[in-house]
């Protein structure tokens, strides 16, 4: 297991990005900007194989609680499906979800809602406070089995592009999922609450 807590920033992308190429078997960067091959295609691969594991599950240290913003536009009930497209119908109140906003987990009190085309939330819920889970760059908010997961999924994503390796692609995404499934049941237990089933990576599901 691995920690990279003492790093910040660029530094700290740079430690996982390492991490991942290590598990590759390929050499090393300083930076993200060098002119390698191994640095263009961690500059590439890194911010979605981040906001996919993110995305995966309700991680504690990504979840906030806030009162999203009000959409003063009339939200008109259907009983023969949507008035028009994108609209969610059924529900009194349409909220805008903030754009570093990943996913939205709940809310707060419970009430029913669904989440819409370009960024919204339909409600019957007034005001409405939220659980979601926000987009953390800063490496060093991330626990280690997070750090774990996260350079297994990069490195997955890596291997055929870096080592042309299909082989090493599938051992990579085997790990990936051992790792996340250790990262996911500390992140239920340290946050107070029961494992919830994991949400699948369409990625993995492809294979």
């Known amino acids: 297991m691995s920690n990279v ?6 530094a700290g992308e740079i430690a996982i990005c390492n991490m991942a190429l290590r598990h590759l078997g390929a050499a090393e960067v300083l930076s993200l900007a060098q002119n390698t091959r191994e640095a263009d295609l961690c500059l590439r691969a890194y911010p979605h194989a981040r906001q996919t594991l993110l995305g995966m599950h309700h991680w504690a240290f ?11 536009e009339p939200v008109t009930p259907s009983l023969n499906g949507p008035v028009q497209a994108g609209l969610a119908t059924g529900f009194a109140h349409k ?3 903030p754009v570093d906003c990943i996913a939205v987990q709940r809310l707060v009190p419970e009430s029913s809602f669904a989440v819409g085309e370009g960024g919204y939330v339909y409600t019957n819920a007034a005001p409405a406070q939220a659980a979601v889970t926000v987009c953390i760059t800063d490496a060093t908010l991330y626990p280690p089995l997070f750090i774990d ?10 291997a055929v592009a870096l080592v042309n390796s299909i082989r090493l692609e599938a051992v990579m995404a085997e790990r990936f999922s051992a790792a996340f499934e250790a990262a996911r049941l500390a992140d239920a237990v340290q946050g107070g609450h029961a494992p919830q089933t994991a949400e699948q990576d369409p990625w993995l599901i492809a294979r």
């Open 5 to 10: 807590s003492f790093y910040g920033g660029a």
């Open 62 to 72: 990504a979840t906030r609680y806030l009162y999203l913003a009000s959409v003063a």
């Open 95 to 97: 909220y805008r979800i």
């Open 149 to 158: 997961a996260l350079a297994y999924r990069l490195a997955t994503s890596l």
